[in-house]
Structure formats: C-alpha cells, structure tokens
C-alpha cells in the first residue's frame, strides 16, 4: 500500500496576506529588492546600531504617508521642483525612482558603513551631474548645500510628523530628538552644511526656508501627479486615496493655497485620521507576513534628482 504524506492546511487568510505582501514589495522594492535585502542581512556594522530611532521611524508602514508629504512639501522650493521636473523621471518612470529610493534608505538606515557610504557617494555623483535654470530664471544645482538642506528638513519633518501620527509606537521627545540626531548623519554625508540635530533646530530650520517657498505652475502640476493621476491600478486607489488624505492632512495649512489644495478641518480632526489609522494597521498586517526589514522598502521621499 503507498504511502501518502499528510495534506497541510492551507490558510487562506495567510496565503492573502503573504501574496498581498509580495505584491507591495515587488512593486515598491522592484527587481533589485532582493540583492537590497540580502545586502542587509549580511550587514554586521552600520551607521545606526538597533535601539536607534531611526530603525524605527524608517520601518512603520507612517513612511507612506510620510513619503508623499515630503513630496509635497519639497515641491514648495521653486529651485528644488525645477531640479525635479527637468531631471527626475517622477512621471515617465515613477516606480523605478521609488525604487531607487527605497533602496536608498534601505541601506544608509540599516545597512553596512561600507554600503552606505558607496549609496552615498552614488548619489552625490549624480547630484554633481544635476544643474539648469528654473523657469525663473535662477541657476540650480543638485549639490547646492542650501538645497540640500532644504529638501532633507522637508523630507525629516514629514517622517516624523507622519510617524508621530500614524506610526505604531510614536517616539518620546528624547527619541524625536535622537531621530533627527541620526538623520543628521545621513545628510552631512550628503553634502547638507550643520543639518539640524534636534526637534527645535528642525522646526527653526524649516521656518528659516519660508520667505523662499512659493506654488510654482511645476510645484502644483507635480501635486496633481502625485494626488489625482498616479500611476495606480483601480484596486490600489481607494487605499491611495487614504495616504493622500492624510499627507495633506499633516501638512501645515500656509502650504494649501500654494499647492492648491484643500483645507478641511472637520474631515482632517475626525474622518482622515480615522481612515489613516485604519489603513496603517492593514498595512502592518499585511507585511508581517514577511520579515521586518522588508517594511524598509516601502518609503516614497523625494530629492531633486533621480539618483536613489
């Protein structure tokens, strides 16, 4: 008589889960998602060690919001959108530069010192490559330290806005603190002179870069890409229209009218917030399925080329 070996049970909530998982993966980490990841694993010493924050902020499923706030936010430079929209493939090629992205922060936030200083130095090369002149008629340049450092505020202030937020465990104060502390890290390698190392000097920074903030044609034509035509298919756009609702919600109301976009105040206390949470534990869910790290490629931010 044979021998027959004994069926498992198949759950089909968790194969939902794990096929939801890889299908958010693939198509945020892309192709090189894998080497990425390997990458990481192997990595023994990093620039961050485990208990530091930005492991944490980095990792929550917040970072999609996060992502498309500081998209917005960065747009509001009329120097940094223009760098965008003449070199950055954000609209013919959208997924390959989230991806780059995503890989970007992958490894200078978990990877090895070695890989994240060669990450580092990728990008700076292609940041010297980057200059032109704004419709305005001023001349820009990728490795403009000012410009630098006005896209890494933007880009830190939305993270952890959005992570306070939405995220899982919000930080206290001191690891708001430390969180800025260690992106500081990452954008002195970069090229930004001084970032800044705490919550208060963020918040002076970024108030310091208001007088140069305008809704430039470019900055409201990228915010319609980004809110009304992403390249989505029809599944993915309720939820996509959750983040979108509640990036706009986190954003400060002086950036609405510049962007052209709306100011609800009952939605954004009682509905969006509600929705946000909402999607961020199906999102934590969903990528349980898999291992922790691979919550680190699922992050949009945005800087004026299309290096990472």
Not at 104 to 120: C, K, M, P, W
Not at 128 to 147: E, I, K, S, T, W
Not at 226 to 249: F, N, Q, S, T
């Amino acid at each position: 008589m044979p021998l027959t070996s004994p069926q498992r049970s198949v759950d089909p909530v968790e194969n939902l889960r794990r096929s939801l998982a890889g299908m958010l993966a693939d198509r945020i980490a892309g192709p090189g998602g894998p080497a990425v990841r390997r990458r990481i694993v192997r990595a023994r010493s990093g620039w961050f060690g485990p208990d530091r924050p930005i492991r944490r902020v980095h990792g929550d499923a917040a970072m999609f919001v996060g992502g498309l706030r500081a998209l917005l936010l960065q747009s509001l430079h009329p120097l940094a959108i223009a760098a965008v929209t003449e070199h950055s493939g954000y609209r013919a090629d959208p997924w390959g530069r989230l991806q780059r992205t995503s890989a970007f922060l992958a490894i200078t936030t978990y990877g090895s010192a070695e890989d994240a200083q060669r990450t580092v130095d990728a990008v700076k090369a292609v940041h010297a490559r980057v200059h032109g002149v704004a419709p305005d008629g001023r001349a820009y340049r990728a490795d403009d330290p000012h410009l630098l450092a006005w896209v890494h505020v933007a880009e830190v202030d939305s993270f952890l806005r959005c992570h306070q937020r939405y995220g899982a465990v919000p930080l206290t104060d001191l690891e708001a603190d430390g969180y800025v502390a260690d992106t500081a890290v990452v954008a002195e390698a970069l090229g930004v002179i001084d970032p800044p190392a705490t919550t208060a000097q963020l918040a002076e920074r970024m108030e310091a870069y208001r007088p140069e903030l305008a809704g430039t044609p470019q900055a409201r034509a990228a915010a319609r890409f980004l809110l009304l035509d992403p390249p989505l298919p029809l599944p993915a756009r309720a939820p996509y229209a959750v983040i979108a609702a509640a990036a706009i919600g986190s954003l400060p109301r002086w950036t609405r009218w510049p962007l052209r976009l709306p100011y609800l105040p009952i939605s954004e206390a009682t509905a969006v917030p509600v929705a946000g949470h909402a999607l961020m534990r199906a999102t934590r869910w969903i990528l349980a399925s898999r291992e922790p790290l691979d919550t680190t490629t699922i992050t949009p931010p945005g800087r004026p080329d299309d290096a990472e």
